[in-house]
């Protein structure tokens, strides 16, 4: 059975095999499940950034080789990013609630096995298994906002705050980390997360509903194989082209990356059962909104790498003060997050989703301005106006992305948000750091008298001509290499930022396009006879399962 209202363009459907499924929780218990969800989106948020911090002392205490230290740091999110398509899935089969049970019970035994990693291979293999277990934690989060926020406003605001958590925890990541390794040793940044999860899994089997998919079907082994060769490579093809350039490395994980992922697809169109449903990005409002947030968390992720390095080798703020500088942009990120779920229902998805991304856009035109002389105001004001519209505009495609497919999917369609942020913030890193590094390159002079292999470090990384600039016996010529590194690190960003504005300019128009689409698409559908939906092939037919679509009001 379908019912439809007109009211604001927007198509409300039941899901038939959702509607065994336990009551939603009473209020307070809604919220108090919330506050619950939001302590793992917390851990792996901050978990993405807080490591940058710990690299020093760990590197002293286990001495790794340069490609170990490498692997201690990209192994998480590579194993992340490759597995949440498979988890997002195993939640929706198994149960949201029961796998991220096991995921954070299992996400806490290995942070206590990486904190006390004895050498750097046992390292690696506790953060790889922490990227197993952290892929679990996020789909299953927002999977069960979903199933536990079935009102429309109440759905917003609650994915607002997961939003702000997430983005919140980035942005923690440096103070947490900068003040634990000013009091204890390296492993301590690990640690961190064992009390954390203790309490959430003491709450959550009391305050979560648990919820599932409509049938378990299957699991299919051959396509989470595929997936995890289509994402895997994806990712660190775009890490080694951000440190190496394009070199055949590059172009060969790429061409791994694409063939998986078109046998994928290629199966899961096949497949009764899909993995994942493929034909969701038919929908011009999921492929918008997915479009968006990964242009969203490219732009967030990008500035956050290069101010970093702005405020402490340019400024010479340490790094916790440096955390501390970056909280009104935290702060900026909360609150148009929370504008968004408020003003979602008064305006249409196609004009507030551009708004978002224009923001942003407006953040970067400001770092245009940027120079290795300018006020911490200027990078303060770059980092709150870009946190402010990547906030507002997570906000509203997260919740448009969940509107978009019905219950049963929630866990599936919460992966894909999830995978696109992952290569938004990687491909942030890989391209815009790539530019900002190729135009320290250009312009950075290194004086005559230093020594040829100092000029190739101080050459590549503002970071190195730190270093270089300090370790010269004359003062004179350290000062006059740390001025010209400190400009060309700020040319570099000032050029990258308009490259920002340029690329946020050209997506806030075209999702805007394919928003206005999906609405007019939605109000076609309107007018049509009441009936069940069928798409080819779609497992949703089978179930007797209605398509849920939430068009751009």
Do not use: C
Not at 104 to 131: K, P
Not at 210 to 228: N, Q
Not at 289 to 312: E, K, P, R, T
């Amino acid at each position: 059975m379908i019912v439809r209202t007109s009211a604001r363009s927007t198509t409300v459907s039941i899901n038939v095999a959702e509607s065994s499924h336990t009551p939603s929780p009473s209020t307070r218990r809604r919220w108090l499940a919330l506050v619950a969800l939001m302590l793992p989106v917390l851990l792996v948020s901050i978990d993405n950034t807080v490591l940058s911090f710990a690299v020093p002392a760990l590197s002293r205490d286990l001495q790794p080789t340069a490609t170990q230290l490498l692997w201690i740091v990209d192994i998480y999110p590579l194993v992340l990013a490759g597995l949440l398509v498979t988890m997002g899935t195993l939640g929706d089969r198994l149960g949201r609630r029961r796998l991220l049970l096991i995921g954070a019970t299992g996400f806490g035994v290995v942070s206590v096995w990486a904190a006390f990693s004895a050498d750097a291979s046992h390292l690696i293999a506790a953060r790889a298994a922490m990227g197993i277990f952290g892929a679990t934690l996020m789909p299953a989060t927002l999977a069960l906002l979903r199933n536990v926020f079935t009102d429309d406003g109440e759905r917003r605001f609650a994915i607002a705050v997961w939003a702000a958590g997430f983005s919140g925890g980035a942005a923690l990541g440096p103070i947490v980390g900068g003040w634990l390794l000013e009091h204890f040793w390296w492993g301590s940044v690990f640690l961190l997360n064992v009390p954390v999860l203790v309490i959430f899994l003491i709450a959550a089997p009391l305050l979560v509903p648990e919820s599932r998919g409509s049938r378990a079907g299957r699991f299919d082994l051959v396509s989470v194989a595929l997936s995890i060769l289509a994402m895997v490579p994806l990712v660190y093809a775009v890490k080694t082209v951000a440190h190496d350039g394009v070199v055949p490395i590059a172009l060969a994980l790429l061409a791994v990356a694409a063939t998986a992922g078109w046998l994928f697809v290629r199966r899961q169109l096949r497949r009764p059962e899909p993995l994942l449903d493929v034909r969701l990005f038919q929908r011009p409002v999921f492929a918008a909104s997915v479009v968006a947030n990964l242009v969203a968390a490219l732009g967030m992720a990008g500035l956050l790498f290069l101010l970093a390095q702005y405020l402490q080798l340019v400024l010479g703020l340490s790094p916790m003060v440096a955390g501390l500088w970056l909280l009104p942009g935290l702060v900026g990120t909360v609150a148009l997050g929370l504008v968004a779920a408020a003003v979602a229902d008064r305006a249409p998805l196609h004009v507030l989703v551009p708004i978002g991304i224009g923001v942003s856009a407006v953040g970067y035109a400001v770092g245009t301005m940027l120079t290795g002389h300018s006020g911490i105001g200027v990078a303060v004001a770059v980092f709150v106006l870009v946190g402010a519209g990547s906030g507002f505009t997570e906000t509203l495609t997260n919740d448009a992305i969940l509107a978009a497919v019905p219950p049963a999917r929630a866990g599936a369609a919460s992966s894909i948000s999830e995978t696109a942020y992952e290569l938004g913030s990687a491909f942030g890193v890989a391209v815009l750091g790539s530019v900002a590094s190729a135009i320290y390159r250009d312009r950075v002079v290194l004086p005559d008298t230093i020594a040829a292999g100092d000029r190739a470090t101080a050459s590549e990384t503002l970071g190195g001509a730190v270093e270089v600039a300090g370790a010269q016996g004359d003062p004179g010529v350290g000062a006059a290499l740390l001025d010209s590194a400190r400009e060309a690190f700020a040319s570099g960003l000032a050029v990258t930022a308009a490259a920002g504005v340029a690329l946020l300019a050209v997506t806030a128009v075209g999702v805007g396009v394919a928003l206005r689409r999906g609405a007019r698409q939605d109000d076609a559908e309107l007018a049509l006879p009441l009936r069940p939906t069928d798409p080819a092939g779609s497992t949703d037919a089978k179930d007797a399962t209605q398509v849920l679509t939430t068009g751009a009001r």
